[in-house]
């Protein structure tokens, strides 16, 4: 396509449930990062894959949280059990190559923990 | 101390006026520097781009790296309301590695007409 799409664009849940995000990059990028944007915070770094690899996942904050992605197109970030502090927007940004200066932001799944 | 310090305002200033946002950061490893706009219930957008340090202008928006003080700043000339919105800072220590950014608090800019 021609942008990142996100899907939802705004998740109520509550606590204790699984949450799926979903990532739709754009066609052609190899690289996808998965950013964590809390209320007056910068953007905190999740995951970065490569292809279907994911060489960094040092930005997880915990077990609770994986992603994937398949085809070297589609990812999804999966929260499990999820807890109030997981409520923030999740950002997800695709570039050619990894390069850090050329990445496509989606404009987010708003996720609200209740 | 996080690695990328930026005030996050807000900042509110009258249409015309020139505006002056600034970063500092903590890892002299980081050589690519990045400015992004951030409107409401919408994603970060490439604003500027600087690698090293040094100056960049385009257009309204001039962009200096200064790293021996290891301090970024972008100054938007003429500001107009619709540049009302974040400004975040954004660095990165490689190229075609992982592509990692470091990622300011975010600026709120509020432009008065």
């Not at chain 1, 997880?60 to 502090?85: C, H, K, M, Y």
């Not at chain 2, 500027?48 to 257009?59: I, Q």
Request: glycine share 10%.
């Amino acid at each position: 396509g021609a942008g990142v799409s996100q899907s939802p664009s705004n998740k109520v849940t509550e606590k204790g449930k699984d949450v799926e995000l979903r990532c739709d990059p754009i066609s052609g990028h190899t690289a996808l990062y998965w950013y964590r944007q809390s209320l007056g915070q910068g953007l905190e770094f999740l995951i970065y894959f490569q292809g279907n690899s994911a060489p960094d996942k040092s930005g997880l904050p915990s077990d609770r949280f994986s992603a994937e992605r398949t085809g070297g197109s589609v990812s999804t970030l999966t929260i499990q059990r999820t807890q109030q502090e997981d409520s923030a927007v999740y950002l997800c940004a695709s570039s050619l190559n990894g390069q850090g200066y050329g990445y496509t932001f989606g404009s987010g799944t708003r996720l609200t923990v209740v | 101390q996080k690695e990328v310090e930026q005030d996050p305002g807000p900042l509110s200033v009258p249409e015309g006026a020139i505006v002056s946002l600034n970063c500092t950061y903590s890892n002299s490893a980081f050589q690519y520097f990045m400015w992004y706009r951030q409107y409401s219930r919408k994603g970060p957008e490439l604003l500027m781009y600087t690698y090293s340090s040094g100056n960049k202008e385009d257009g309204r928006f001039t962009a200096q790296v200064d790293k021996s003080s290891k301090y970024i700043s972008l100054f938007i000339r003429d500001s107009q309301p619709s540049d009302s919105a974040t400004y975040l800072c954004a660095m990165s220590a490689t190229y075609a590695n992982t592509g990692k950014l470091i990622f300011g608090q975010g600026t709120t800019l509020q432009v008065k007409p």
